[in-house]
T-cell receptor, first 113, second 112 residues
Framework: SQELEQSPQSLIVQEGKNLTINCTSS?????LYWYKQKYGEGLIFLMM?????EEKSHEKITAKLDEKKQQSSLHITASQPSHAGIYLC?????????????FGQGTTLQVKP | KAGVTQTPRYLIKTRGQQVTLSCSPI?????VSWYQQTPGQGLQFLFE???????NKGNFPGRFSGRQFSNSRSEMNVSTLELGDSALYLC???????????FGEGSWLTVV
């Protein structure tokens, strides 16, 4: 099984709707990253969370880290077609503070106009 | 400020050949990591270099190697290419440990 599980694997929403993507770890999370990727392209950094209970927002995207549950969630408010893509969570699971991240399998988001 | 730059962006190689991919990190960044992304296995960590030393290594065979130069630029090499090595290879850089990690656009490798 995956060390980092994302759910759902895919999501189709109507423009304007809210949505949430979850990232659950089998181990303690020391640093949790959210990225967005268009197919075949690089990863665009969205947010990094390091402390339990931490919450960060950028434009219409909010990410939270629940340390006790070893889980992070990414919430998009009033989705737009520009939000479509693959969302990936990556985590430092050994407090290594290095560039080594374990990634989830990704969540593919489609936003219907 | 320029982002992480990877070259080449696309390449096609034949089984048995070797390939070298290059990565220029964001100016001032000393940590460079490499990842392989495939539809079946997803995004997997290959190795990380910091100040010219390999600091972490993933579970890949010895055919995969890398190095980092004094200017923090990094190269990764794959020898004796196999069809399964076809993938998007991504390079990432950060200032040091625990900082934001930024990715490049990737190098698409197709092995035929």
């Amino acid at each position: 099984s995956q060390e980092l599980e994302q759910s759902p694997q895919s999501l189709i929403v109507q423009e304007g709707k809210n949505l949430t993507i979850n990232c659950t770890s089998s181990k303690t999370l020391y640093g949790l990253y959210w990225y967005k990727q268009k197919y075949g392209e690089g990863l665009i950094f969205l947010m990094m969370l390091q402390k339990g209970g931490e919450e960060k927002s950028h434009e219409k995207i909010t990410a939270k880290l629940d340390e006790k549950k070893q889980q992070s969630s990414l919430h998009i408010t009033a989705s737009q077609p520009s939000h479509a893509g693959i969302y990936l969570c990556g985590a430092d699971m050994v407090a290594s503070n290095t560039g080594k991240l374990i990634f989830g399998q990704g969540t593919t988001l489609q936003v219907k106009p | 400020k320029a982002g992480v730059t990877q070259t080449p962006r696309y390449l096609i190689k034949t089984r048995g050949q070797q390939v070298t991919l290059s990565c220029s990190p964001i100016s001032g960044h000393r940590s460079v990591s490499w990842y392989q992304q495939t539809p079946g296995q997803g995004l997997q960590f290959l190795f990380e270099y910091f100040s010219e030393t390999q600091r972490n290594k993933g579970n890949f065979p010895g055919r995969f190697s890398g190095r980092q130069f004094s200017n923090s630029r990094s190269e990764m090499n794959v020898s004796t290419l196999e069809l399964g090595d076809s993938a998007l290879y991504l390079c990432a850089s950060s200032l040091a440990g625990g900082n934001t990690i930024y990715f490049g656009e990737g190098s698409w490798l197709t092995v035929v």
